[in-house]
């Protein structure tokens, strides 16, 4: 798959939405991203796992782990593809924690997998929780990235897709400017 065919997919699934959107923080923006859209069809999701398991065939990977909720079906799917163990790392009183009995070994080479990156901030959190176990963290990879490249996670990095999504205050965007109302994603008809 390449990015083109990547992008299609998230906009015919509606992960991907063009027009003019109050995102959470209240920016503006002319898209709004769902992956979890484009991941509803597990053959869909299989489809994305193979891409990014491509890059790690000979990495010797043990394990494949992600931040919950946005990693866990695409992580899945690249444990799947890699054929190795798949865990998640979830919040407990704020902190990404392995919980559940979930547990790895010293050394243990360990993949983290999110759909989109944006700050790379909870795959670092991810990254942390594994390492204070002994792991051994070799790359992190998502569907999407959304930094333009420069999410520096501490390990070395890959995406499927590069894309910059705009944002703005309500009073400097340029779509209020033209006259356009803001629609909170989900409320369009
Ligand atoms: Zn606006």
Same mark, same amino acid.
């Given at each position: ?90 919040? $407990? ?5 392995? /919980?559940? &009995?979930?547990? %790895? +070994?010293?050394?243990? =080479? ?60 309500? $009073? ?5 400017? /033209?006259? &356009?109302?803001? %629609? +909170?994603?989900?409320? =369009?008809?």
């Amino acid at each position: 798959m390449n990015s083109n065919q990547i992008l299609e997919h998230f906009k015919q699934t509606d992960a991907l939405l063009e027009g003019h959107f109050i995102l959470s923080s209240g920016l503006h923006s002319p898209n709004y991203l769902q992956c979890a859209l484009a991941l509803q069809y597990p053959v869909d999701a299989a489809k994305f796992g193979s891409a990014i398991a491509e890059h790690y065939t000979n990495e010797k990977i043990k394990t494949v782990a992600s931040p919950a909720i946005g990693g866990l079906t695409i992580g899945y799917a690249v444990a799947q593809a890699l054929n190795v163990r798949f865990i998640w790392a979830e919040r $407990e009183n704020g902190a990404m924690t392995l /919980r559940r &009995g979930f547990s %790895v +070994k010293e050394n243990e =080479r360990i993949l983290v997998v999110e759909d989109v990156i944006t700050t790379g901030g909870s795959t670092r959190e991810c990254i942390e929780a594994l390492e204070k176990h002994g792991a051994k963290v070799v790359g992190a990879a998502s569907i999407i990235d959304r930094s333009n490249g420069a999410a520096d996670v501490g390990v070395p990095r890959i995406s499927l897709v590069s894309l910059e999504v705009p944002s703005y205050k309500p $009073e400097d965007c340029p779509l209020c400017e /033209r006259g &356009g109302d803001a %629609v +909170k994603p989900g409320s =369009r008809k």
